[in-house]
DNA sequence: GCCTGCCCGTGACAGGTGTCATGGCAGCCC
DNA sequence: GGGCTGCCATGACACCTGTCACGGGCAGGC
């Protein structure tokens, strides 16, 4: 049982991609695998190498890591994976544990717990950020319903509540009642702020 | 002159540092001598550690990456600075340049290109990401006066105007106008979008 | 069955927003 | 000085927004 443990490295920035696997290197109980810089190329990579752990960042083109591990979890049984993020969101946290993610890790937590939090995943413990876990259940779940998201997503972006509707093929009328609904659930005045906070949270 | 480089490492994600600092460590001719967190600590630690090169990530606490630039410039003539952010904004690039900054590189280059890029701008080379040198040219220079940038700085945490120019200390009307204008400079409709492609371009 | 919750739509209303015209003030350059 | 530009402010206007009240439809749970 003392061989080495493999693992897939998959983040968008080529450089960060590239320290952390000098980073890991650096174990020699790890071995990096693989490297991808998008989150559709998990699965396949993985396969390809023989990975037993998933390192995933989350902001990733193709689709992201929190999908790469719910892709990971439901065609390759056995590998786990590691959330690795920017931004320690609550909301990211809760959507990351229910696509089956062995452990959640924030990006400025310090360098040496990382390949711990390797092995301990690797092992089948769960690892979850401390500081995170607690946030998780004073934040509680999200309180926005399908379309409030939907049109909330579309908001973030911008312009008329007429471009809008137009995007979502809804009235001009029933846009503004879910951005009101939502306005009120985050507790915002206005329709920018209220994308803004439920995208922080983690709500879209 | 075969003596190593001494680089000092900054940026927030202490996991992100760590695993610069690894992939630096690689190479026998540089040395990280210092790593910080904080933009305002930049100055303090370059100076007691003897750093020739500092490598600055542009989204700090205190003050930023460009601004930390500026400040070793002035209180320390001789040291080198390269920064290295995610966002490839245009506006980032000639504000960094005109920061005093000798490299500008993307989080998304090749990791073996990051330890070149420091023994260049150590042996006094300017060294500017490929992709953004074109870019920088036809996006031009920033058409928003300073008061649009103030009103619109305050305008992207969200909020109405009457909240705007009370931060501001300016009558709401005046207000209006600033964004308006801006609204006008950016080519969008709200200033929601004024704000957020304000904010992609640098110009804030 | 009834009730609840979510969805979709309409209409109306007060207030916020973006645009424009106008004026005054300061600094700068020819 | 005259012209120009940037800044601040005011007022007016049409339009957009956020809120509320009201319907109707559809699913799930008691």
Excluded at 85 to 110: C, I, M, N, Q, W
Excluded at 158 to 182: D, K, W
Excluded at 183 to 194: D, L
Aim: aromatic share 2%; hydrophobic share 45%.
């Amino acid at each position: 049982m003392s061989e080495t443990v493999k693992v897939l490295l998959a983040d968008d920035q080529a450089l960060v991609r590239g320290a952390l696997a000098a980073l890991l290197a650096l174990e020699p109980d790890l071995e990096v695998v693989a490297e991808v810089g998008r989150g559709d190329e998990v699965v396949d990579a993985a396969r390809r190498s023989g990975a037993q752990v998933c390192l995933l960042d989350i902001e990733m083109p193709g689709i992201d890591g929190i999908a790469a591990a719910a892709a990971v979890r439901d065609e390759l049984p056995g590998v786990r994976t590691l959330v690795v993020t920017t931004f320690g969101r609550p909301g990211y946290l809760r959507r990351a544990l229910e696509a089956g993610a062995s452990g959640f890790v924030v990006k400025d937590t310090p360098a040496r717990q990382l390949a711990e939090a390797v092995r301990r995943v690797h092992a089948g413990l769960r690892v979850v950020d401390p500081s995170l876990a607690t946030e998780s259940l004073v934040d509680g779940a999200n309180p926005l319903t399908e379309r409030e998201r939907e049109v909330l997503r579309v908001a973030l972006r911008g312009g008329t509540v007429a471009a809008i509707a137009g995007q979502v093929h809804l009235s001009a009328g029933t846009v503004r009642n879910h951005l009101s609904a939502a306005i009120g659930k985050t507790g915002t005045s206005t329709r920018a702020e209220a994308a803004r906070v439920a995208q922080e949270r983690g709500w879209l």
